[in-house]
Nanobody
């Protein structure tokens, strides 16, 4: 079992930056692939990006070049650095982990509770 806790969300102006953290406990996190997803009000949850256990990354087109995912296995934490934020980035952001799956679908076995990111104009 893996427990995930997101943090770092908040209110930021358009053009600003935030760094989200996804802290894991319970198992050896370094062996897990981690995905970031987001869900805006009234919309379906959508893929943001993912990082494999070997630190390979993949991003949604909408965030590529602005968002960066990294991991610090010593701290059991994965980060989502978000730069040049836009109003349309406003959503609840979730991290998810899986020992086998890495992709854009919500097939990850473990999920956090989410953290709110609000970007104002």
């Amino acid at each position: 079992q893996v427990q995930l806790v997101e943090s770092g969300g908040g209110l930021v102006q358009a053009g600003g930056s935030l760094r989200l953290s996804c802290a894991a406990s319970g198992r050896t996190f370094s062996n897990y692939n981690v995905g970031w997803f987001r869900q805006a009000p009234g919309k379906e949850r959508e893929f943001v990006g993912t990082i494999s256990w070997t630190s390979g990354t993949l991003y949604a087109i909408s965030v590529k070049g602005r968002f960066t995912i990294s991991r610090d296995n010593a701290k059991n934490t994965v980060y989502l650095q978000m730069n040049s934020l836009k109003v349309e980035d406003t959503a609840v952001y979730y991290c998810a982990a899986d020992p086998n799956y890495q992709g854009a679908r919500d097939r990850y076995a473990y999920w956090g509770q989410g953290t709110q990111v609000t970007v104002s104009s």
